[in-house]
């Protein structure tokens, strides 16, 4: 089992930054490709970004790319989303994943944590 807690969310004017992050405890953090998720209200969960095991390869939704960047520190078993030049659009509850494999479908993952609000607005 692994246990994910994210933290950081809030409230911010569109154009500010947001630095969420999501600590892992259970199996060893750098066994696992990590991953975030959004999903605003009424809507489906979407892909955001996730990071290799070693935090060598990244891949993100082309509809935060060049705004957000994923990463993660594998000494503390916390992977980071710094999210820039926020959008209302991007306002939803921002979840963590892992996965044993670096993925970008949901289906794919594992375990979750409880997610954490981002509201942004105009």
């Known amino acids: 089992q692994v246990q994910l807690v994210e933290s950081g969310g809030g409230l911010v004017q569109a154009g500010g930054s947001l630095r969420l992050s999501c600590a892992a405890s259970?199996?060893?953090?750098?066994?696992?490709?990590m991953g975030w998720f959004r999903q605003a209200s009424g809507k489906e969960r979407e892909f955001v970004a996730a990071i290799s095991k070693s935090g060598r390869r990244t891949y993100y939704a082309d509809s935060v790319k060049g705004r957000f960047t994923i990463s993660r520190d594998n000494a503390k078993n916390t992977v980071y989303l710094q999210m820039n030049s926020l959008e209302p659009e991007d306002t939803a509850v921002y979840f963590c994943?892992?996965?044993?494999?670096?993925?970008?479908?949901?289906?794919?993952?594992?375990?979750w944590g409880q997610g954490t609000q981002v509201t942004v607005s105009s």
């Open positions: 259970g199996r060893t953090f750098v066994g696992y490709a």
């Open positions: 994943a892992a996965s044993g494999i670096f993925e970008r479908l949901s289906a794919k993952y594992d375990y």
